[in-house]
């Protein structure tokens, strides 16, 4: 089975960074896409970004365009996301996954997934 593991999350301040990392192991040669999902509490669980296996095409979501970059290192079987200018509104449980990446991210529509890491945005 695929193993997904994340890392990286923490409590940063309004404004800050944070890189969050996910490693993957297991036969993950025919995924379609890898990317990062987040749920705050008492919210529905929401697609951040992902970046598709075959050709590399990333999505964002509105919230965080311009200010998340997604990344990976097949190299490293790693997979990144470099979170810039955050707001207390991005604090949540990210989620690694791999499914399906297009401009739609639905929960259900992914393969595997992680346990999570917490990002707390707050002064």
């Known amino acids: 089975q695929v193993q997904l593991v994340e890392s990286g999350g923490g409590l940063v301040k309004p404004g800050g960074s944070l890189r969050l990392s996910c490693a993957v192991s297991?036969?993950?040669?025919?995924?379609?896409?890898i990317g990062w999902f987040r749920q705050a509490p008492g919210k529905e669980r929401e697609g951040v970004s992902c970046?598709?296996?075959?050709?590399?095409?990333?999505y964002y979501s509105d919230s965080v365009r311009g200010r998340f970059t997604i990344s990976r290192d097949n190299v490293k079987s790693a997979m990144y996301l470099d979170m810039n200018n955050l707001k207390p509104e991005d604090t949540a449980n990210y989620y690694c996954?791999?499914?399906?990446?297009?401009?739609?991210?639905?929960?259900?529509?992914?393969?595997?997934w992680g346990k999570g890491t917490p990002v707390t945005v707050s002064s």
């Open positions: 996954a791999i499914g399906l990446c297009t401009g739609h991210m639905d929960y259900y529509a992914m393969d595997y």
């Open positions: 297991g036969r993950t040669s025919h995924y379609h896409g």
């Open positions: 970046i598709r296996n075959s050709d590399g095409t990333t």
